[in-house]
């Protein structure tokens, strides 16, 4: 049973194909340019001082610190934990990261890298980052990272069955994915560059939500268009939405592309002006993310400073 | 009136106004002597008191709708028949023009022809002057954004007192050409072309309402038309230049498109689009363009 | 660390602006005193601070300044097309380069966010000035015959509520097409006009070219009744805008007036609702609502009536109120103490004729003029509220069951300016905007300007285009 059961006034919409397709398309449309419009205008707020150091403290606990490479080994893992429990050596009064992010196999040693800090794992399932394997081999994949002790599964729907109008398909798998996860986070990947249009970002946001998504996720960051402020827009009006309508608050996760502090402050910026403060928190919002963490402690130590860092003061991993 | 010289009595026609569509006599029951150039009775014409002005503004105002929503190409068609119908009474509007302006058989015959051929002239604008006047704008930014011409309303038009024929389908084809409705003043001492026009008018597939023809008083019948809050313009050729002053001074009352009487040698001389451009409105569209994708631009 | 996300302020420093204490009459390509010696103030509207003396031109200055333009036109409109273009192409170089000055001065002296100084005013303006410089010498292509000829002197009357912008429609497409101008600034925001009478001098633009005379109603009044001036343009009230019309009558002046509206914004229940809720913000608070083409009526459809009135709420919640120079501030000050208690008297009104009235939690500073975003709910046609034009932050609500009834709504004015209509669907669009009576339609979004595209109204929203080729019209013997 989902842990995010929609009311009973949406129950009815995922009984069939029909309803649930009648449901999504019912949805308002996005205009493009209007959208963009309201993010680009957004990306104009000027946060400083203060309201800059708190961003910025923000943004570092609601990193996913992340590794999805076919090239990881447990020395690249326990190095990440390592970075994410302490992302500052010189400065005990950093946050740590929210999680860190790694392959199903590569989750034991997570756990043990990031081991009572608090920080969590969050591991990808569901033959990441295509989709692309039979319902049986994703849950497989999904019940291994679970009882390897992953925190939160990060699964990718099935793009294909979406783009072709098989929205029933994609909820169900979800809906299995979301009941193989237990009590387990579980967030919902859509890979917006794939699903294409602002039109169908918004349908797989409540497609997600409805099949009890914990988080909703842009993307994998291995295409070639992945987290922008106007799909992070997007899905978070889809939250804010979802959250009147039923009650029910659902986490956003933007990732891929964001690479300065700059931008992660202005996604902030989105978050607090769109979903709201209740969002600010990293129970409900995330950055999925690598590179973006030494821009914002190099960010921090030159608010703490005065002085502008460099890379040879912020560790690399 | 020439001297009948054969036995048969002629039957005199009783000139009409022409308001929405039908042929009322002047509601105030007044009628004015209408001669020739030399002082000859031609008839009585209706003498237009300002309810009848009233009346034809509301005659032209409920044509609009349609008029102004009809097809251009439709507009085209139906003002070439006006010319086909104006070429059927040639012999008649001859006459009519040259016993009203003293012109002899062919130079009346050359008035008259001229006036069908600038019918003809300004049918075939009606699908086109949006393609001259209006178009796309570049703007910077994602937004297609459109101009185009539009009618403005009611226009009273104060048809030319000298010319009271070509002078006068000179200042009313553009006006209606373009979509507008037109309540016309005929040239006051020579309203006898203008009334007959408005039966060729009412044969020839014009909507009643869309060109309605008042004679009378320039001054009387202009008066409250310059006034009227649901007229949307005034065309003054037909005022003099105390007249102009005092109709525009009305006119500002709700902002009126005004365009001022201004000195005509020739009416047969090829006009410009002047006269079209003058009723005409540009309105603008804008709509995003969008774009194929969710691609949205980073910070 | 701070527990709230409370963004700390960012003021623009006003350092980059140097205004002079006080500022003459630009007559003849020099500052001089006006000639009976009376001089305004000009102060911040958003903290009653003086920013400057100015001097006020009566009847004798008008003269001055319209011999001069008169002189100069002689020589302008000789010169050839291209040389022309090239002054106006220097112009909007040097706008570009003194745009964030020029920015913070337009927010010092109307009270309008720097947000929207530096992001639509000065980046408009200066595209303006590159729109028209490039017309000057391909007027026989435009398409009002092969060597169009310029008017004389232009006698051109501005507003306050976009002070530099609407300098720049009125004296670009007039110098272009090589008339002179004299230029009235409002009483209340005469800097940016003196500060551009300083961007022409560094352009090298012959003397007497423009004129800049600040003053009050009675200098523009002077104006457009001087003799020797043969195109007047005026952009402000409609009741102003009427009187210019009676002046003029029985002249040969050309006259473009560009006047109030009370513009519909339609919104249909297939509404892409979140861009139309940021365009009903956009449409109704962008400079307080202080803007001709504002859609201060909001006409929605009854089936999402409720819905959208929550997103609305919420949305305007959200906006920040405060000092104009806050690079964060989207609702800066009413533009004078005396629209104020325009407004003020409007809304109470308003409340008074049984509509409801709402507004989000929002502090307003203690000094200068600030008016809360206000949204009235309950409106019908009848209301006072959804009539006559209010001129800043206050948007009525009315609701609509079909189109054809939106349409009739909408057009239900004497004004006939702008309008939106947000749907997804294509054809709606097209068939709502053929209907509607506004010079401009802006679907699917709302207060897009470009000075490619004509702009003007319909109906007592007064009449000629400003903008795109049809604005050379305006200022062309045709």
New interface residues.
């Given amino acids: 049973m989902p842990t995010n059961a929609p009311t009973a006034a949406l129950k009815d919409v995922t009984s069939s194909g029909s309803t649930l397709r009648r449901f999504l398309h019912g949805l308002p449309g996005v205009d493009a340019v209007g959208l963009e419009a309201r993010a680009a205008s957004l990306g104009t707020r000027s946060i400083k001082t203060t309201a800059k150091a708190y961003a910025i403290d923000l943004a570092i606990s609601m990193v996913d610190l992340t590794t999805l490479e076919g090239a990881d080994t447990p020395g690249k893992v326990r190095a990440l934990g390592a970075k994410a429990v302490r992302p500052d050596p010189t400065d005990r009064t950093t946050p740590t990261t929210a999680a860190v992010c790694v392959y199903p196999d590569m989750v034991t040693v997570a756990k043990e890298a990031v081991a009572g800090s608090g920080v969590k794992v969050a591991s990808v399932a569901t033959a990441f980052p295509a989709g692309r394997a039979a319902l049986p081999v994703k849950l497989a994949d999904v019940r291994d990272a679970v009882a390897a002790g992953a925190d939160e599964i990060d699964m990718v729907i099935d793009r294909g069955a979406f783009l072709a109008g098989n929205y029933l398909k994609v909820y169900e798998e979800i809906a299995a994915v979301r009941e193989a996860c237990g009590a387990t986070r579980l967030k919902v990947i859509f890979e917006t560059g794939e699903l294409s249009t602002y039109d169908n970002i918004r349908r797989a946001s409540w497609l997600g939500m409805l099949a009890g998504a914990d988080f909703i996720k842009t993307s994998t960051g291995k295409v070639a268009v992945n987290a922008t402020p106007a799909n992070t827009l997007l899905m978070l009006e889809a939250v804010r939405d979802f959250r009147a309508q039923t009650g029910v608050q659902v986490g956003v996760k933007p990732a891929g592309g964001i690479r300065t502090s700059k931008d992660a402050i202005k996604f902030l910026v989105l978050v607090n002006e769109t979903a709201g403060p209740d969002w600010l928190d990293n129970h409900w919002f995330r950055f999925g993310a690598s590179s973006l963490l030494n821009d914002l402690l190099m960010q921090r130590q030159k608010l703490a400073t005065g002085r502008y860092s460099g890379p040879d003061y912020v560790t690399v991993d | 009136m020439s001297e009948r010289t054969n036995e048969r009595l002629t039957v005199f026609k009783t000139y009409k106004l022409y308001v929405g569509g039908k042929f009322p006599r002047s509601e105030s029951g007044r009628v004015y002597e209408v001669t020739d150039s030399k002082g000859n009775w031609l008839a009585n014409a209706p003498q237009s008191s300002r309810k009848d002005a009233r009346d034809a503004v509301v005659a032209a105002r409920k044509a609009f709708g349609g008029w102004s929503g009809a097809t251009a190409y439709n507009r085209g068609q139906i003002l070439y028949r006006v010319a086909e119908m104006l070429e059927g009474r040639r012999d008649q509007f001859v006459r009519e023009v040259g016993e009203a302006e003293g012109l002899g058989k062919s130079k009346a015959a050359a008035v008259v022809d001229a006036t069908i051929d600038r019918w003809v002239w300004y049918a075939g604008w009606t699908d086109k002057i949006a393609q ?2 209006g178009g796309g ?7 297609f ?1 459109l ?1 185009s011409p539009e009618p ?1 309303g009611v226009v009273a038009v104060l048809a030319p007192q000298e010319s009271s024929f070509l002078g006068l389908v000179s200042v009313l084809a553009p006006v209606i050409a373009t979509g507008n409705t037109a309540v016309v003043i005929a040239s006051e001492n020579s309203p006898l072309p203008a009334l007959s026009l408005g039966e060729v008018l009412a044969t020839s597939d014009v909507p009643g309402g869309v060109v309605n023809v008042l004679s009378g008083r320039t001054a009387e019948i202009a008066a409250p038309l310059a006034a009227h809050q649901d007229v ?1 313009a005034i065309d003054l050729a037909g005022a003099d ?1 105390v007249l ?2 005092e109709l ?2 009305a ?5 009126k ?2 365009l ?1 009487p201004q000195p005509v040698d020739d009416w047969s001389a090829t006009p410009g689009i ?1 006269r079209m ?1 003058a009723f005409l ?19 | 660390m701070a527990s709230v996300f409370a963004y700390a302020p960012a003021p623009e420093s006003r350092s980059v602006v140097d205004i002079a204490p006080s500022y003459g009459l630009f007559i003849d390509g020099e500052f001089v005193e006006s000639a009976d010696g009376k001089v305004f103030k000009t102060v911040s509207p958003s903290s009653e601070e003086v920013l400057s003396e100015i001097a006020q031109a009566g009847a004798e200055d008008v003269d001055r300044a319209v011999k001069a333009a008169r002189k100069a036109f002689e020589k302008w409109s000789a010169l050839p097309g291209s040389e022309r273009a090239k002054y106006l192409f220097r112009i909007a170089r040097i706008i570009q380069e003194r745009s964030r000055e020029l920015a913070v001065l337009e927010t010092l002296d109307n009270g309008k966010p720097i947000k929207e100084t530096r992001d639509a005013d000065l980046p408009l303006v200066a595209a303006h000035f590159f729109y028209y410089a490039g017309w000057a010498d391909k007027l026989g292509h435009a398409g009002f015959g092969a060597s169009p000829r310029p008017l004389g002197v232009a006698g051109q009357v501005i507003p306050w509520n976009f002070p530099l912008l609407m300098l720049a429609w009125k004296i670009a497409p007039a110098l272009a097409t090589g008339n002179t101008v004299v230029l009235k600034p409002a009483e209340t925001t005469p800097l940016s006009a003196l500060f551009f009478a300083d961007i022409c001098r560094q352009a090298g633009l012959p003397k007497g070219v423009v004129n800049i005379l600040p003053g009050y109603g009675d200098t523009g009044a002077a104006l457009v009744a001087h003799p020797d001036v043969n195109k007047v343009a005026f952009t402000g009230s409609t009741a102003v805008g009427k009187e210019i019309a009676k002046t003029v009558a029985g002249t040969r002046k050309k006259v473009t007036l560009e006047l109030g509206g009370k513009g519909a914004n339609i919104v249909f229940d297939d509404a892409p609702i979140d861009q139309a809720v940021e365009g009903i913000v956009n449409g109704i608070f962008f400079n307080q609502g202080q803007v001709c083409c504002a859609g201060s009526r909001l006409l929605v459809q009854e089936s999402i009536h409720e819905e959208l009135l929550d997103s609305l709420k919420r949305r305007l919640s959200t906006l920040r109120l405060g000092d104009p120079l806050d690079k964060n501030t989207d609702i800066g000050a009413i533009n004078s103490e005396e629209q104020l208690a325009r407004i003020t008297s409007l809304v109470e009104r308003g409340e008074a004729e049984g509509a409801e009235r709402w507004s989000p939690a929002c502090e307003l500073p203690e000094s200068g003029y600030w008016f809360a975003p206000t949204l009235f709910t309950n409106v019908t046609q009848a209301h006072t509220v959804a009539r006559d034009e209010i001129f800043g932050p206050v948007l009525s609500v009315l609701t609509f069951r079909t189109p054809d009834e939106a349409v009739a709504k909408a057009n239900n004015t004497p004004y006939g300016l702008s309008a939106g209509i947000w749907t997804e669907k294509g054809s709606r669009i097209l068939a709502v905007a053929n209907r509607l009576r506004a010079g401009v339609v802006w679907s699917n979004t709302f207060n897009k300007f470009d000075p490619t595209s004509p702009f003007g109204g319909y109906k007592e929203s007064g009449f000629g285009r400003e903008g795109g080729r049809h604005g050379l019209e305006a200022y062309l013997d045709v």
């Fill in positions: 001259v006047v704008n570049p703007v910077a930014g994602p937004y954004n101009s403005t949307n230049e102009a002053k525009e001074i006119a500002a009352d709700n902002l498109r005004v001022r002047d451009t409105e540009t309105k603008t569209v804008w709509h995003p363009t969008g774009s194929l994708g969710a691609s949205g631009s980073a910070y």
